[in-house]
T-cell receptor, first 116, second 112 residues
């Protein structure tokens, strides 16, 4: 299984600022995803991070608010821009299992974001 | 549309079996998953089942799939306090390209 390091694990931020979350995988993976989990709710897919091209965003999420980078097959970042209290959530990086386990999705430990 | 439904809470006594149920709507789903989320943590893949299987057993975990009724269950034998978590059911529709459809999660509460 893929080992995913996500940081920071938690942060408290001021309204109007931005936070960049990093996701590092111990092996090359094809697919990397960013999810949001609002308090007491299930997961919502924000976007698919594509290596070498722009991310693919789901309905309701836009690049200006959630810019994503994916410079290579093991790393991605998600930025939460111009934050408001409504952005307080857990943000999760997810990857496919790679060769031999591509049907599985693995998750980082998440970033718990609180916006004041 | 696509939907995955779960009960929000399940309370069991320590040592008893827990059965967490899930219904889904997309019959094309190739894989169905159970993930566990402990407080303050990310999601851990517990187990998954391929859609042509009826049952899968892994130590204390038993997954049952009734494809006709689109019903998935997770049984945890001899439930321990460490099993306290939220359990998410998810399906992977055939053309989804890894985009899982998630249930809202079932919070498993263990009573001493």
């Amino acid at each position: 299984s893929a080992v995913i390091s996500q940081k920071p694990s938690r942060d408290i931020c001021q309204r109007g600022t931005s936070l960049t979350i990093q996701c590092q995988v111990d092996s090359q993976v094809t697919m990397m995803f960013w999810y949001r989990q609002q308090p007491g709710q299930s997961l919502t897919l924000i976007a698919t991070a594509n290596q070498g091209s722009e991310a693919t965003y789901e309905s309701g999420f836009v690049i200006d608010k959630f810019p994503i980078s994916r410079p290579n097959l093991t790393f991605s970042t998600l930025t939460v821009s111009n934050m408001s209290p409504e952005d307080s959530s857990i943000y999760l990086c997810s990857v496919d299992g790679g060769r031999g386990a591509s049907e599985k999705l693995f998750f980082g430990s998440g970033t718990q974001l609180s916006v004041l | 549309g696509e939907d995955v439904e779960q009960s929000l809470f399940l309370s069991v006594r320590e040592g008893d079996s827990s059965v967490i149920n899930c219904t889904y709507t997309d019959s094309s789903s190739t894989y169905l998953y159970w993930y566990k989320q402990e407080p303050g943590a990310g999601l851990q893949l517990l187990t998954y089942i391929f859609s042509n299987m009826d049952m899968k057993q892994d130590q204390r975990l038993t997954v049952l799939l009734n494809k006709k009724d689109k019903h998935l269950s997770l049984r945890i034998a001899d439930t321990q306090t460490g099993d306290s978590a939220i359990y998410f059911c998810a399906e992977s529709p055939m053309d989804s390209n890894y985009q899982l459809i998630w249930g809202a999660g079932t919070k498993l509460i263990i009573k001493p």
